[in-house]
């Protein structure tokens, strides 16, 4: 009974040596232990400076292109988890494993710590996915405020904020065509090769394409649209779709000038085309890699 009525919260007698530091919100001075602080934690006074924090960080995002790049993967192949466990959101963006690899490997994870400070790895996932994940809550609220939420896929779209800065929005299409469009060639007639260039995607959410079409439309682009387009894919499951397609050699040294790719699975597809005239379908990206090299 020596040490009767001394563990109280914040005295534990064998741990004498206390740190004193500021609450990061308040600036209130508090104790913790040394262990505690190693851990990197007891950083607030009370759970509501810990959460003012975060919304005063998350006010603190300022958009800039590689800010509204990021963005745009996250509209496309990007999504919000909460982890009901530890209470927190993940921030997931996933692609393929083969054709989207350097992009997840050697530009999205930069992307991520020039706007973030954070340097994510991608990984496997067991169901096969390429996936980079990352964790912060400001961002996230950040995110939020700009209305791009965790059940997003059939209502997210470009962002106001983002819409109203020429710069911003270039930026910001180019991070959802390296997740979600593609270059294919089309033939022109039946007995012909596949010669003729299209950027094109598909996206469950209507109003992204709606706003991928205002735009691209201002940015002098010719292109057709096809809203709640019912499809079925191989299983036998049926959902609805938007298309929207830019046709001809015209868009896309257009979309080169103005907006660009920084995925080698599209750039690699129309530097095929550009090497031979013809992109057949269904290549991989090894196949279009050693055209490319021959
Ligand atoms: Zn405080």
Redesign the pocket.
């Known amino acids: 009974m020596i040490f009767k009525g001394r563990f109280e919260k914040g005295n534990i007698p064998w741990n004498k040596k206390q740190v004193k530091k500021n609450?990061?919100?308040?600036?209130?001075q508090i104790e913790i232990s040394q262990s505690r602080h190693k851990e990197g934690r007891g950083k607030?006074?009370?759970l509501?400076?810990r959460r003012n924090y975060k919304y005063k960080l998350a006010k603190g995002f300022i958009l800039t292109e590689d800010l509204a790049e990021l963005i745009g993967a996250i509209i496309g192949d990007g999504c919000i988890n909460k982890n009901y466990r530890r209470k927190d959101y993940r921030i997931q963006i996933s692609g393929n494993k083969n054709e989207d690899k350097e992009y997840y490997d050697k530009y999205l994870p930069h992307l991520v710590f020039r706007c973030l400070g954070i340097l994510p790895r991608p990984y496997l996932a067991t169901n096969g996915a390429y996936i980079l994940q990352f964790q912060s809550e400001p961002f996230r609220i950040f995110l939020n405020s700009l209305g791009i939420e965790p059940r997003k896929t059939k209502t997210v779209r470009i962002p106001f904020e983002i819409r109203k800065n020429i710069f911003f929005l270039q930026a910001c299409i180019r991070g959802i065509a390296d997740s979600d469009f593609t270059f294919i060639c089309t033939k022109r007639k039946k007995d012909k090769p596949n010669n003729y260039p299209r950027i094109c995607a598909q996206f469950a959410s209507k109003p992204l394409v709606k706003d991928l079409e205002w735009a691209l439309r201002g940015m002098g682009f010719t292109l057709n649209t096809k809203y709640e387009y019912f499809r079925e894919d191989k299983r036998g499951f049926s959902y609805i779709t938007n298309f929207i397609n830019l046709d001809g050699p015209y868009n896309l040294r257009r979309w080169l000038n103005l907006i660009g790719f920084s995925n080698q699975r599209i750039i690699t597809r129309y530097q095929v085309w550009m090497k031979t005239g013809i992109l057949k379908p269904k290549t991989t990206i090894e196949e279009r890699k050693r055209i490319l090299m021959g």
């Not at 609450?23 to 209130?28: G, K």
């Open positions: 609450c990061l919100f308040c600036r209130r607030f006074c009370s509501n400076c």
